[in-house]
């Protein structure tokens, strides 16, 4: 036999043998329970979300899955270490965005945009950019106006540098050319600093919808693709003159795998994920908690998140963090 064709042929060999093994991988997994670590401590919006999704995700796979809590470093703690991990698909964690695309481009931490295997996002918010019901300001016309003529007289607060009320309003009036003009307030949480707000101590906040309704406040921009439903007189971010990628920012999170997860393994758990946010149970949480629930398999996820990530790094640049 011809050496070359002879060394093809256990090169083929070589790649179809692979391939059956993580076939067979694949229709056997799972054969033990699926640990889905929560990054912050039990009882937050990240751990009631997962421990609402959990059964259903276990069903649709027809194995086993339980919630783990591995709090701090803002989330930093349980990312870095699942980065570590085997990537077996017996360990994945519910990511948000500042977990996986904020916090590794501020800190020194164990992982990057490179260390993860995306399965599927579950749920994202869209921010917006608001004030008080009584503010003057009814649009950004206004706001931009207003910072123009009198420069370091206006103030935006954040539940902390790097979160994402800070981002919103950095993508707000970066994107509008006005963030030099600006002072940024920080607090600890959001409470304070809408109470801030409510006194008049800061003019401008960001925030998805639920937390917005909350309070007596008017909304100027939402950071979406489209218009909200429920405020269809708000313009968009892009309406409003913030080009792509300022323009759209969500509150999302999802389910990652170590770097390294076998296709077949990743595309069983992002089918999965599917059936579970589908089911009747998790809509019914989901509608009882008011989650919004936006879907996106392994591959939109993957390209979703990389498009993020980038994003995020010109936020986090104008935002001098």
């Given at each position: 036999?011809?050496?070359?064709?002879?060394?093809?042929?256990?090169?083929?060999?070589?790649?179809?043998?692979?391939?059956?093994?993580?076939?067979?991988?694949?229709?056997?997994?799972?054969?033990?329970?699926?640990?889905?670590?929560?990054?912050?401590?039990a009882?937050?919006?990240?751990?009631?979300?997962?421990?609402?999704?959990?059964?259903?995700?276990?069903?649709?796979?027809?194995?086993?899955?339980?919630?783990?809590?591995?709090?701090?470093?803002?989330?930093?703690?349980?990312?870095?270490?699942?980065?570590?991990?085997?990537?077996?698909?017996?360990?994945?964690?519910?990511?948000?965005?500042?977990?996986?695309?904020?916090?590794?481009?501020?800190?020194?931490?164990?992982?990057?945009?490179?260390?993860?295997?995306?399965?599927?996002?579950?749920?994202?918010?869209?921010?917006?950019?608001?004030?008080?019901?009584?503010?003057?300001?009814?649009?950004?016309?206004?706001?931009?106006?207003?910072?123009?003529?009198?420069?370091?007289?206006?103030?935006?607060?954040?539940?902390?540098?790097?979160?994402?009320?800070h981002l919103?309003?950095?993508?707000a009036?970066?994107?509008?050319?006005?963030?030099?003009?600006?002072?940024?307030?920080?607090?600890?949480?959001?409470?304070?600093?809408?109470?801030?707000?409510?006194?008049?101590?800061?003019?401008?906040?960001?925030?998805?919808?639920?937390?917005?309704?909350?309070?007596?406040?008017?909304?100027?921009?939402?950071?979406?693709?489209?218009?909200?439903?429920?405020?269809?007189?708000?313009?968009?971010?892009?309406?409003?003159?913030?080009?792509?990628?300022?323009?759209?920012?969500?509150?999302?999170?999802?389910?990652?795998?170590?770097?390294?997860?076998?296709?077949?393994?990743?595309?069983?758990?992002?089918?999965?994920?599917?059936?579970?946010?589908?089911?009747?149970?998790?809509?019914?949480?989901?509608?009882?908690?008011?989650?919004?629930?936006?879907?996106?398999?392994?591959?939109?996820f993957?390209?979703?998140?990389?498009?993020q990530?980038?994003?995020?790094?010109?936020?986090?640049?104008?935002?001098?963090?």
């Amino acid at each position: 036999m011809n050496k070359i064709f002879g060394s093809a042929c256990v090169a083929m060999s070589l790649v179809c043998a692979v391939g059956a093994l993580g076939t067979a991988y694949a229709d056997e997994f799972p054969q033990r329970p699926i640990n889905l670590v929560a990054p912050f401590n039990a009882g937050g919006g990240t751990d009631l979300l997962l421990r609402g999704f959990a059964p259903h995700f276990a069903a649709a796979l027809d194995g086993d899955a339980y919630v783990s809590n591995m709090a701090g470093g803002s989330g930093t703690v349980g990312a870095a270490a699942l980065a570590q991990q085997k990537p077996d698909g017996y360990q994945l964690g519910y990511w948000s965005i500042t977990v996986s695309t904020i916090q590794p481009q501020i800190k020194d931490v164990p992982y990057d945009v490179d260390s993860w295997t995306p399965i599927c996002s579950v749920a994202a918010s869209p921010t917006l950019l608001f004030v008080n019901a009584d503010s003057p300001f009814t649009s950004m016309d206004d706001v931009v106006a207003a910072v123009n003529e009198e420069p370091g007289k206006y103030l935006f607060g954040s539940s902390g540098p790097g979160a994402m009320t800070h981002l919103t309003t950095v993508a707000a009036f970066e994107g509008l050319g006005i963030m030099d003009k600006m002072k940024h307030l920080p607090f600890q949480g959001s409470g304070p600093a809408l109470q801030a707000m409510a006194a008049g101590t800061i003019q401008f906040f960001g925030d998805t919808e639920i937390l917005m309704t909350k309070g007596d406040f008017r909304p100027l921009m939402v950071f979406n693709d489209t218009r909200l439903e429920s405020f269809p007189d708000v313009p968009t971010a892009a309406e409003a003159g913030i080009e792509a990628p300022l323009d759209e920012l969500y509150l999302w999170g999802g389910l990652f795998a170590p770097a390294g997860l076998d296709a077949a393994v990743a595309e069983k758990l992002s089918s999965a994920c599917e059936t579970a946010v589908n089911s009747e149970g998790f809509q019914e949480f989901a509608a009882k908690t008011n989650t919004v629930i936006d879907f996106k398999n392994a591959g939109e996820f993957e390209t979703f998140f990389r498009a993020q990530y980038e994003a995020n790094a010109m936020i986090i640049d104008a935002a001098g963090l």
